[in-house]
């Protein structure tokens, strides 16, 4: 079963940048998208960037455009997200999820959590 694991949280002042990582256990064929999601106390997952393996597009949330860059290294199953200038509303745990065979497989991570406070 593959697995993955992120990385990179923690405390950061408003302002600060921080580079979380998702690393696969295995090498995972087939993907359509890699995406990060969070989810701050109290509230529902969403969305925070999502890579499409097809032409190599990217959205992102709208309250972290500008902010944030989503990308891969393939030879090291790692998935990324930069961070910059980051908010006090930025506070979640962040999720690391990959789309595979058709959108028929889902994997998430159990996620890093990221505190951006004075």
């Known amino acids: 079963q593959v697995q993955l694991v992120e990385s990179g949280g923690g405390l950061v002042q408003p302002g600060g940048s921080l580079r979380l990582s998702c690393a696969a256990s295995?090498?995972?064929?087939?993907?359509?998208?890699l995406g990060w999601y969070r989810q701050a106390p109290g509230k529902q997952r969403e969305l925070v960037a999502v890579?499409?393996?097809?032409?190599?597009?990217?959205n992102y949330a709208d309250s972290m455009k500008g902010r944030v860059t989503i990308s891969r290294d393939v030879a090291k199953n790692t998935l990324y997200l930069q961070m910059n200038n980051l908010k006090p509303e930025d506070t979640a745990v962040y999720f690391c999820?990959?789309?595979?065979?058709?959108?028929?497989?889902?994997?998430w991570g159990k996620g890093t959590s990221v505190t951006v406070s004075s």
């Open positions: 890579l499409s393996t097809s032409g190599g597009s990217t």
């Open positions: 295995e090498t995972i064929f087939n993907i359509n998208n």
């Open positions: 999820r990959v789309v595979a065979e058709s959108y028929t497989m889902t994997y």
